[in-house]
Every structure is written in structure tokens, then in C-alpha cells.
């Protein structure tokens, strides 16, 4: 494995003089470093892309082309971009695999996508026609949950669209897409595809910066916000796919044997390192020991352990800041009358680890249930009626999905109905899909990704009117 994964500008692989490490989440010890880009290489990777979207924006039918030929050649570099990405995420290898093919996937749907003009009027009047037009130059920057997928969220629409991109991942994981940015620098003009790494102020060098016309984010809501105040002088269009309190109602006459497992699994799938996961459970008051009871026994059978081994379920929290953060909202509920049915501590040894925990006994006002945890912990909170549940499902600045489990598909339904968020499932959660737009209400975000919703996103309507008078 190489030391220093180089930076991808004007599709030249660029070293730095300065770097910065890259720790393994396993050990808690750095294992690599990663380049710190300079403003000067910066303003390099925004002129390319200027330079190179005259060109990418005019031949629709070659980027598709070349969208295709990049899910190949990810395809191909699977086994040397995933152990790469485990090692500086977390995450259990198989995962990390699954994750690569994503990138695939998204590349191929956006190749795919039939997009078509609309047009309003065709008479002897006039002919006026609606188009979508690329927008530019864009500023994405990606989190450390899903470097990879998420960053695929942002590549494969914009530049579909025709625009072309510079792209930052955390500096927590950027190892794994600085080797993507390689992989699709073989296949892309030089320009298209922009990534840089470093750790701040990158971040704000580039929403300030002058070239980009767009800003796509995902990241928490403070830093969000802070996104979205950069963007306003210039007027830059922004796309922000902030934090989620994702809750999960079960109604009375759900089957907890039967959806304890996937449940279980929609909160604590990357060690609950997702946005849209569940956070938060709200169980029938006469069965709530019932629920807690069997979201314990999958947590107590769970094995955590560092993703290189196959026999990992779980691996360690991506970095010590989460850590900590985790712990210390376990604490703090359980100093006010939370119990940890399973779990509630730090594992012995190095690395980030922290055992799966399933809380009772906890409340609404309790940090553990009004913020993001964003790690392996989910509180359960019983409820009295089906509308107290939802009035507190939605009682929070959060908005990005949620869902509903019972037998009855059509009440399941109607309760999701309810729900303030962008996403709401009914018997399941963290249903994704490139074709399904995602993104959330109030703090959890501003516009949609993926699907027609998301590739409009990186567009301006432009309308051609033609006169036959």
C-alpha cells in the first residue's frame, strides 16, 4: 500500500509538499498519509475543471459513454480500492466491497437515464420547449460514513448533467477516493474529475471559491449551515444532505420476532454511522419489554472487531471524536435513569470500539434521543397512542426519513403518511435506490439526490421560445 495516495488535477496525479495522517480506526495508530492541498493547487483543480467544461457540456451521448467505461474500471479496482477503504473507515471488508460495486452502480444508472425535453407548446403559434443545461463548475465534499457511495451520489448526476467537478472527501477517509479519483482519471478527460484532500480550511476554501456554480454537501447540519452562508454571497446553488433522528414507530400489532433483526440492522448498519438510520424507537407502552427484550438479544450476539476480519459484523467507530461522543451520550442517559440493557461501554483495547447498546428507560429531552448519536446505540422509548408517538417522532429539528412496522400494510401507511421527513418506510428502512430521491425536510437538508429529481439538481431550466408569428 502506498504511503500517499496522490491528488488527481487536470487528470495529473499530484503529490503535495505537506501531508497529513491518515489513521486506521482498528488501532487508533496512523498507517498512511494523505496530501494536503495548497490554495495554489486548489485554484489549478478549479481551472481545469473551468477549462474542461467547455467541452465535457457539448457531447451528452459521450458522457455516457465514459460514465459507463468508469463503473467498468471501478469494477475492475475493487479489490485494491476496498481493503483500502476498511482500513481508514472501519467498516467490515464486505461492506467495504459492497460499497465499491455502488459507485458502479450509480455511474451505470445516470449513463442510463433517458432525459428528454419538455415542451409546452408546438403550433402554428409558437414552439417552446423546456430544456435542462449543466451548471458548471462543482464544489462537492463528502463525509466519512460512505466516502465512496456518497461521493458516487454527487459524481454520476453532475457530470451526466455535463458539468464537471472538484471533489474533497474527509480528511478522515480520503484515501480510498483519492484512488478513485486515480482509477477515473484513466477513463475521463483531464479536468472532469477533480479530487483534492486536505483538512481545514479546505473545506472553505472551496464554497468560497469563485469558479464553482454549486456547492453539494453532505455532512452534519452545523457544518451545513456554515455551507450554505458561503454559498449565499455568490448566489452558488447548494444541494445539503445534512444529519437524521430517523424514528421508527412499531404499531401494536407488529410481529417483533419477525422485523427484530432487520430493525436491528437499519439502526446499527455501519456501526450506526448513517444519516438515515434508525435513531430512535417507539414501541406500544404494553409491549415495550417485548421489544427491548429481542433488540437486545441481537445486539448481544453481534460480534465487533476490526473489518479486516471476516468474521466482523461491526467495526470500530470511524475516529476518536465519535468515540468519545457516543460514550458520553450513553453516560449521560444513564446518569438520568437509563439503562443499558446490552452494551454501554468502550471495549478494552486500542482502536474506536464501542459494544452495540440497546437503552430502556430512556426519554424524550434526553440528548441520546433528541440528537444524532451517529453510533452503535439506539434508545427505545415507550408510547400510549399512535398520535402521541408520531407528534413526538416529529418533534425535533430533524427531518430526513423515518419508518413504520406492523402487520397491517395500509395502517403502517397511513401512519408513515404522517411522518415530517423526506423518506418514509413502511415494514423496512434504509431502502435505497439510485432511481429514489433522497434528502430531507427542515435541518436535515435543502434539495434532493438521486433519480430525475437529483440529476435536475445539478441543471438550469432553460426555456427556448420560438415565434411563428
Request: some cysteine.
Amino acid at each position: 500500500m502506498p504511503d500517499q495516495i496522490p491528488m488527481t488535477i487536470g487528470g495529473s496525479a499530484v503529490t503535495t509538499a505537506r501531508s497529513f495522517e491518515v489513521v486506521d480506526p482498528a488501532t487508533g495508530a496512523p498507517f498512511a498519509s494523505a496530501p494536503e492541498c495548497t490554495k495554489a493547487q486548489l485554484d489549478q483543480a478549479m481551472q481545469s475543471a473551468q477549462d474542461a467544461y467547455r467541452t465535457w457540456k457539448q457531447d451528452e451521448a459521450a458522457r455516457r459513454e465514459l460514465l459507463l467505461a468508469g463503473a467498468d474500471a471501478v469494477l475492475a479496482a475493487t479489490d485494491a480500492i476496498a481493503p483500502l477503504l476498511t482500513q481508514e473507515q472501519g467498516k467490515p471488508l464486505a461492506d467495504a466491497q459492497m460499497e465499491v460495486r455502488s459507485v458502479a452502480l450509480w455511474l451505470r444508472h445516470f449513463a442510463g437515464l433517458e432525459v428528454e425535453d419538455e415542451v409546452l407548446q408546438d403550433d402554428h403559434k409558437a414552439h417552446i420547449r423546456v430544456v435542462r443545461r449543466p451548471l458548471g463548475v462543482v464544489a462537492a465534499i463528502t463525509p466519512w460514513n460512505f466516502p465512496l457511495s456518497l461521493a458516487a451520489w454527487k459524481i454520476a448526476p453532475a457530470l451526466r448533467a455535463g458539468n464537471t467537478m472538484v471533489l474533497k472527501p474527509s480528511p478522515y477517509t480520503p484515501l480510498a477516493t483519492l484512488l478513485l479519483g486515480q482509477v477515473l482519471a484513466d477513463v475521463l478527460p483531464a479536468g472532469v474529475l477533480n479530487v483534492v484532500s486536505g483538512s481545514d480550511p479546505l473545506g472553505a476554501l472551496m464554497t468560497g471559491h469563485p469558479a464553482p456554480r454549486k456547492i453539494s454537501f453532505t455532512g452534519s447540519v452545523a457544518t451545513g449551515k456554515h455551507v450554505a452562508a458561503a454559498a449565499a454571497p455568490d448566489l452558488k446553488r447548494i444541494t445539503l444532505e445534512l444529519g437524521g433522528n430517523d424514528p421508527a414507530i412499531l404499531l401494536d400489532d407488529v410481529d417483533v420476532e419477525a422485523v427484530a433483526e432487520r430493525l436491528f440492522w437499519s439502526a446499527f448498519r455501519n456501526n450506526g454511522q448513517v444519516c438515515s438510520a434508525v435513531k430512535r424507537v417507539y414501541a406500544p407502552e404494553h409491549r415495550y419489554d417485548e421489544v427491548v427484550e429481542a433488540l437486545a438479544a441481537v445486539a448481544d450476539s453481534v460480534r465487533v472487531g476490526a473489518g479486516s476480519d471476516p468474521k466482523s459484523q461491526l467495526g470500530p467507530l470511524n475516529n476518536a471524536p465519535q468515540l468519545k461522543r457516543v460514550a458520553g451520550l450513553v453516560d449521560d442517559a444513564v446518569s438520568r435513569g437509563g439503562q443499558a440493557v446490552v452494551g454501554g461501554a468502550v471495549v478494552d483495547g486500542p482502536g474506536f470500539f464501542y459494544q452495540p447498546t440497546i437503552l430502556r428507560g430512556v426519554a424524550d429531552g434526553m440528548a441520546v434521543v433528541d440528537e444524532e448519536q451517529f453510533g452503535p446505540v439506539l434508545p427505545v422509548l415507550p408510547y400510549r397512542s399512535v398520535d402521541e408517538a408520531v407528534e413526538r417522532a416529529n418533534g425535533t429539528h430533524f427531518g430526513l426519513s423515518g419508518s413504520v412496522w406492523g402487520t397491517d400494510d395500509d395502517r403502517a401507511a397511513a401512519v408513515a403518511d404522517q411522518l415530517d421527513c423526506g423518506t418514509a418506510w413502511v415494514n423496512t428502512h434504509l431502502a435505497l435506490r439510485p432511481d429514489q430521491p433522497f434528502g430531507g425536510a427542515k435541518w436535515s437538508g435543502i434539495g434532493v439526490e438521486n433519480g430525475y429529481w437529483g440529476l435536475h439538481s445539478f441543471t438550469e431550466v432553460k426555456v427556448l421560445h420560438r415565434s411563428h408569428a
